[in-house]
């Protein structure tokens, strides 16, 4: 099968004869003699394609065949295939990011990619490193900056193991004829199979947006090209935004924030402790009430909250329904009758709620679906458990 994707990423269209054909799992399978739809693989994901407008649903490959997955019977031997470009032009971005990316930081730590993953917002390499500081980013950053501007010409061409640009190779190659190497002109030589910009000019800018530990080494999250664009435009519309929340130069949000932040944690703090003592006053007013059953309704309270104030209830004899529907749909139904076991009837008492729960046969918690019935479990609660 012809590969036209290797020869030229930019063919949007292609009329072609279909080789193979054959039906599996609800969808027809087609081989075609040539294809401009890359399948999927070395951390790319498949273009987006189309077989007369029928979208492509599955690809499957066999060797050197693939078959491309529709949910229409081709009943005709010619085809058209397309593809989203818009969809691969990105791809050819990030992969050819990745490549730059990955021998600058081989050139300056000497640290091997040791994964590669295309994503829906960003793509990621995990590297051979324990630890990147945010200056050595910003190094990394600028020198792609750099060979981005001198606008180096992208090549493709195949060699084998015998070839003398082998010693020039980032890593070594899975295969020792045939292999296709994708050249950053005189400054990168990688063994690849994915598509790529004919130039570095194209990829217009890369930017690592975060980085975390994996298995003792780093994975580094960047955009390039068109996402880092969409990214720059999103944070400075997000960074503006709360300029004029804030009412502060751009240079002092991160400090007004922290601040901010101090302060509301100072002010939770001190409002959970007025709290705490408005339920103790509660819970001494209740265990002095001749009523035994107990109906109460928290809202933005923590869960261990309501739990103290259950096994006050409890310990005081009373039985109890105590309830929160924010932040969490949240109940406990509990009782200090020893011949009532609640754990038998978990599973009535919460369905009553579109809920689910469970616990002790004297206490029993779990979350709620609906709210619209608590009259009605509470009436359940008095007449069929005696509360």
Same mark, same amino acid.
């Given at each position: ?81 397309? $593809? ?221 909250? $309501? ?81």
């Amino acid at each position: 099968m012809k590969k036209l994707y290797h020869e030229n990423p930019y063919i949007k269209e292609l009329d072609t004869i279909v080789k193979e054909q054959y039906n599996e799992n609800n969808l027809t399978y087609i081989i075609p003699e040539e294809t401009i739809i890359y399948p999927e693989g070395g951390g790319q994901p498949s273009d987006k394609g189309y077989i007369n407008d029928n979208e492509i649903i599955d690809i499957k490959i066999d060797n050197d065949k693939i078959a491309y997955g529709v949910n229409s019977n081709i009943k005709k031997n010619s085809i058209r295939m397309s $593809i989203d470009f818009e969809k691969r032009y990105d791809h050819m971005q990030q992969h050819t990011g990745q490549h730059l990316l990955s021998e600058i930081i081989m050139r300056k730590f000497n640290a091997q990619t040791l994964s590669f993953s295309i994503g829906e917002k960003h793509s990621s390499i995990e590297i051979g490193l324990k630890s990147l500081s945010e200056e050595s980013i910003r190094e990394i950053e600028k020198d792609c900056f750099n060979i981005i501007l001198e606008n180096r010409k992208i090549k493709t061409y195949i060699i084998d193991d015998k070839d003398p640009v082998m010693d020039k190779l980032r890593k070594p190659p899975k295969v020792q004829n045939n292999i296709r190497i994708i050249e950053i002109d005189d400054f990168d030589y990688s063994a690849c199979g994915g598509t790529h910009l004919k130039s570095t000019g194209e990829l217009g800018l890369l930017k690592i947006i975060k980085t975390d530990k994996v298995r003792g080494n780093i994975r580094l999250y960047y955009v390039a090209g068109n996402r880092a664009l969409k990214d720059y435009q999103n944070k400075n519309t997000i960074v503006n935004d709360i300029q004029k929340e804030l009412g502060k130069q751009i240079d002092k949000i991160a400090d007004t924030v922290k601040k901010y932040k101090t302060e509301n944690e100072r002010l939770r703090k001190e409002l959970k402790h007025y709290k705490k003592i408005e339920m103790d006053k509660d819970i001494e007013e209740m265990k002095n009430s001749t009523d035994n059953f107990i109906v109460r309704e928290f809202n933005d309270f923590d869960i261990k909250d $309501i739990k103290y104030f259950a096994k006050n209830m409890v310990g005081a004899g009373k039985n109890l329904l105590v309830y929160s529907k924010s932040p969490k749909q949240y109940m406990i139904v509990a009782t200090s009758n020893n011949d009532i076991d609640l754990r038998k009837r978990s599973q009535e008492i919460f369905s009553i709620l579109k809920g689910r729960g469970g616990g002790r046969n004297d206490f029993i918690e779990g979350t709620v679906g609906d709210f619209s019935k608590i009259a009605e479990l509470t009436e359940y609660l008095k007449n069929t458990l005696n509360f």
